[in-house]
C-alpha cells in the first residue's frame, strides 16, 4: 500500500512538471500569453527591413544637400539623424561599425576601391543620386577644335582624374591612348597629332592654372570653389554615370524597404534645384 502511494504521488509529480513545461513554452516564439516574444522582444526581424529612424553618415560638404530633402524624407515617416565627418574615409569605417545605417557622399569607383582595400561589402542602393560633371575649361577658347596645335592642357595629378581627362580627350579624337593600360596616363598617350603639352596639378589647385595654360581638365565642383563659372564648358567626360553618387549601405541592407524609399525619395525637384542652383550645375540628377 505504501510502495502504491508513493508511485501515484511520483506519477503525479511528473505530470505536473510536464504541465509548467507546457505552460512556460506555450508554442515556439510565443509568452505564456500566447504573445509572441520574439516580435515582442528584440525587435530585431522588424529592424531589418523596416526603419523609422535612419542614421545617415555624410561629410562636412554635404549638410544643406541633406537639409533639402530632410523634409520629404520625414514626411514619408522616417526619421534623419545624421553624422558630420571632415574626410572621406571616416563615413565608411562608421558604416562598418554599424554606428550609422547608411552614407551619402561617394561615387561607385571609389566605393570599389574601399571595399578591395578594406575587404567591406557596400552596396550603392538604386537609384543613385547624381554624377559630379567632369569637364574641359578655358578662358582662352570656347571649343575643342579652336585649341591650337601645342596648346598646354592641365590635368589632374591622381590617377583617376587623370585617367577620366585622357579619355575625355580621346572621346573628342584629340588624342589616343595605349589601349593596353587600364588607367592611362599622360605618358600613355599613344598618338598626339596636336602636339599637346600636359601639366599636372592636385584636382582642387588646378583651377589657379586656368590663365597659364589653354585649357584644363576637371570636375567642375572645383571651379566653383575657387569662385569661377563652371559654365562654358568645352566639352564633358562621358563616363558621368560610372561616378554617380548615391546611399550606401551595408550588405545585408542592400533590399531593405528603408534604403530603397531613401534613394527614391530624394529624387524630387528641390535636390534638382538645389544642385542647379547652389552647385551651378557641377552635378547631374540621375533622374533627369
Given at each position: ?67 533639402v ?70 578662358d ?37 591612348l ?27 589647385v588646378l ?17 566653383v ?11 564633358s ?34 535636390l ?6 547652389e ?10
Amino acid at each position: 500500500m505504501k510502495k502504491r502511494l508513493v508511485s501515484t504521488l511520483l506519477i503525479m509529480s511528473m505530470v505536473g512538471v510536464m504541465l509548467t513545461g507546457c505552460g512556460a513554452s506555450g508554442g515556439e516564439g510565443n509568452g505564456s500569453d500566447g504573445t509572441d516574444t520574439k516580435k515582442a522582444g528584440s525587435g530585431e526581424e522588424e529592424s531589418a527591413d523596416n526603419k523609422d529612424t535612419i542614421k545617415i553618415g555624410i561629410r562636412s560638404d554635404g549638410i544643406d544637400q541633406l537639409e533639402v530633402v530632410r523634409a520629404k524624407i520625414e514626411e514619408a515617416g522616417y526619421k534623419v539623424e545624421e553624422s558630420v565627418f571632415d574626410d572621406s574615409v571616416q563615413p565608411n569605417v562608421a558604416l562598418g561599425e554599424g554606428s550609422i545605417d547608411v552614407n551619402w557622399y561617394q561615387h561607385g569607383p571609389y566605393l570599389e576601391t574601399y571595399n578591395a582595400e578594406n575587404e567591406t561589402d557596400f552596396v550603392m542602393v538604386e537609384p543613385k543620386t547624381a554624377y559630379p560633371l567632369f569637364a574641359m575649361f578655358s578662358d582662352k577658347y570656347d571649343s575643342v577644335d579652336k585649341l591650337p596645335d601645342g596648346a598646354t592642357i592641365g590635368l589632374c595629378n591622381d590617377a583617376t582624374n587623370q585617367a577620366r581627362a585622357l579619355n575625355m580627350l580621346q572621346a573628342e579624337e584629340l588624342i589616343k591612348l595605349d589601349d593596353s593600360v587600364e588607367i592611362p596616363t599622360m605618358y600613355d598617350v599613344k598618338e598626339n597629332p596636336h602636339d599637346f603639352k600636359f601639366i599636372e596639378a592636385e584636382m582642387s589647385v588646378l583651377p589657379q592654372s586656368l590663365s597659364d595654360a589653354d585649357a584644363i581638365c576637371l570636375a567642375a565642383a572645383h571651379m566653383v570653389n575657387a569662385g569661377l563659372s563652371a559654365e562654358g564648358y568645352l566639352c564633358s567626360a562621358p563616363d558621368g554615370e560610372d561616378y554617380a553618387v548615391g546611399f550606401v549601405v551595408r550588405g545585408e541592407d542592400k533590399d531593405a524597404e528603408w534604403a530603397k524609399a531613401l534613394a527614391e525619395l530624394v529624387q524630387c525637384d528641390e535636390l534638382a534645384e538645389y544642385f542647379e542652383e547652389e552647385k551651378d550645375g557641377t552635378m547631374i540628377p540621375s533622374w533627369k
